[in-house]
């Protein structure tokens, strides 16, 4: 079995219902002065290599509601992209 640590960074591609998901998300997190105007339009784009980097917990809290069956996919092929480097094999499971 693989183990992956919830702290660990995903990428994803998001797709348009996605980066609406995410920006109400980070509006509701300007309210509340968890972040300032200039961290979220860096935060709204994807980094160099195409994709949006999320530890997955926060990406549960972000999409977890936009990722159900019948729900408008938030991300693009419904894929979520792991490191290998964050999978540890255990056998004691």
């Not at 105007?37 to 195409?50: H, N, S």
Request: with cysteine; charged share 30%; aromatic share 12%.
């Amino acid at each position: 079995m693989l183990v992956f640590n919830m702290n660990s960074i995903i990428r994803v591609k998001i797709n348009d219902s996605g980066r609406q998901t995410l920006a109400a998300y980070y509006d509701y997190a300007i309210c509340m002065n968890w972040m300032s105007d200039e961290d979220y339009q860096k935060l709204m784009k994807p980094k160099e290599d195409g994709f949006y980097h999320f530890q997955m917990h926060q990406f549960i809290k972000i999409f977890g509601d936009k990722i159900s069956l019948g729900s408008l996919p938030a991300i693009e092929g419904c894929r979520i992209y792991l490191e290998e480097k964050d999978l540890e094999k255990v056998d004691d499971a």
